[in-house]
Structure formats: structure tokens, C-alpha cells
């Protein structure tokens, strides 16, 4: 870690030891969870129900219509692959038991596409010139930028899909991993976009048919994007707080278990 230390401060290498010290953080907590929990919050929840599997892309119901029609299959196509943001947008206000609101929902999706365009024009030329004078943020920074790009909408499609599994009651509301897996991934987001689609009924993302109803308003003061969601609490098997930190990071730490014990002995 030492070495990892002042390798990054001198600018080398510093994106593979952020990634190599943040996998060892987060494969230590999983391992711990795992051991003392039984329990992973790496599933990815690829089937929701009985009937609901990722792969099933040959079930176009109710999306595409019930039964399936050409009519409504066209119609369903245009609204998600010409209108993605109104669709998306009616579709995560449907989520939240809302109706969906210009400045609430619409106004998400414009500010994340924007963020996209502007980020890397302006934004990020600025922090490069700022990382100039301090050298060892460079590298950093400029990795860094192309992922900042996206992050926020990567984010808004992960709270959509983690919101559409909670109301399939589909495994925990903390588990936010699968999501953003399979939502954001180029291998399975479109499968997971037409799971989703599977689960809801046509009226949640019918963004036109709920404009010509007069279904959608302006602005609502109950700003809410996160349906069902619920915080992880320790349970009876472990408290993390009073969980001892390893003395070795990346490495087995059966030494640290064996002091431990003759501590405790010692105690006793």
C-alpha cells in the first residue's frame, strides 16, 4: 500500500491501483458478508417471478400488445427507440405511484443528456487544466472523465430497473449490483430493458396516451425516484461496527484469526 501510495502520487500508475485497492476493499466486505450472513448482494436477479426470465425476448406481451399485434409492437418500437426519454420518463413516474411531471421526471432525463453533452466539452477540459498543478491527479483525472460522462445516466437506468425487480417482490431493495449489471451492460441491457417492459402494462410508459388525456402536469413538490427502497441494517449474526479491521489487506488473514484467538485466551 505504501508503494501504492507513492507510485500514485508520483502519477504512475494511478487508475490500476485505484481499481486494484478499491476490488480489494470490496471483495474483503463480500467475503465477510458472505461468511457471516450467508448471504450475497451480488445476484443479479436475471428472473423476476415464474414466468419473467431475462432471456425470454420471444414474449412481447403485454408490451407489444395482448395479444401480440404488429400494430402495437410498432408502436411499442417507436416509443422506446424514437421517444426514449418521455417513455422512460411516464415509466419512472409509474414507479413512484405518480403521475409524470415535466420538471420532476421529463426534466431528469433532459438534465442527464445534457450533463453527457456538456461534460466533456467544458467541464472536463477545466479539470484537466486544474489537475495541471498538482501532477500525480492527472492520470486519475483523465480516466476519470469519460466515466463521469456517463455515470449519471447509468444511474438513472439502474434506479429504473432496481425499481421495476422490488415490485416483482425479486430479492432485496439494497441490492443494487445486478442492476446496474444489467442494465448498463452492452451484452444485456437490452434484455433487461424488454424484461422490464414484460413487467409493467402498456399505460405505465404510454407517455402519449397520457398526454392527450391531460394526465400530465408541471411539477409536483413530492420529488421521489426510488420506490421501496430500504437500508441495510445488521443483523443478528454480525455487527459490522464492532468487527476488527485486518491487518493485511489484500492477503488471507489467517494470522490476524489466530491472534485474535490468543487474545482472547490471554483475556481469559
Known amino acids: 500500500m505504501l508503494i501504492g501510495a507513492v507510485l500514485s502520487f508520483c502519477g504512475l500508475y494511478s487508475a490500476l491501483i485505484l481499481c486494484l485497492t478499491n476490488g480489494c476493499l470490496n471483495s474483503q466486505q463480500e467475503k465477510e458478508w458472505i461468511k457471516n450472513e450467508e448471504y450475497t448482494s451480488l445476484t443479479p436477479y436475471t428472473r423476476w417471478g415464474d414466468d419473467n426470465f431475462i432471456c425470454d425476448c420471444t414474449k412481447c406481451e403485454p408490451c407489444c400488445g395482448e395479444p401480440c399485434n404488429p400494430l402495437s409492437g410498432l408502436y411499442c418500437f417507436a416509443c422506446w427507440v424514437c421517444c426514449y426519454c418521455p417513455s422512460a420518463a411516464k415509466l419512472l413516474a409509474y414507479e413512484n405511484d405518480q403521475d ?3 420538471v420532476n421526471h421529463c426534466g431528469l432525463y433532459v ?7 456538456c461534460f466533456p466539452t467544458v467541464i472536463g477540459p477545466v479539470l484537466t487544466m486544474m489537475s495541471s498543478i498538482v501532477p500525480c491527479l492527472m492520470p486519475l483525472i483523465v480516466h476519470l472523465i469519460p466515466y463521469a460522462t456517463v455515470a449519471p445516466y447509468y ?3 439502474t434506479v429504473q430497473r432496481h425499481n421495476l425487480r ?4 425479486s430479492g432485496r431493495s439494497s441490492d443494487y449490483f445486478g442492476d446496474c449489471l444489467l442494465s448498463n451492460c452492452w451484452c444485456t441491457c437490452l434484455c433487461a430493458e424488454c424484461q422490464q417492459c414484460r413487467t409493467v402494462p402498456v399505460e405505465s410508459w404510454d407517455w402519449l396516451g397520457a398526454m392527450t388525456n391531460g394526465k400530465i402536469g408541471f411539477y409536483d413538490a413530492d420529488v421521489k425516484y426510488i420506490a421501496n427502497d430500504d437500508s441495510y441494517i445488521p443483523g443478528s449474526k454480525t455487527e459490522w461496527e464492532n468487527q ?7 492477503f488471507g488473514g489467517e494470522e490476524d484469526e489466530d491472534d485474535g484467538k490468543e487474545d482472547e485466551e490471554k483475556e481469559d
Open 166 to 169: 422490488v415490485a416483482t417482490e
Open 100 to 102: 409524470c411531471q415535466l
Open 155 to 157: 444511474t438513472v437506468r
Open 244 to 250: 476488527p479491521i485486518p491487518g493485511c489487506l489484500c
Open 111 to 117: 438534465a442527464v443528456y445534457l450533463w453527457m453533452m
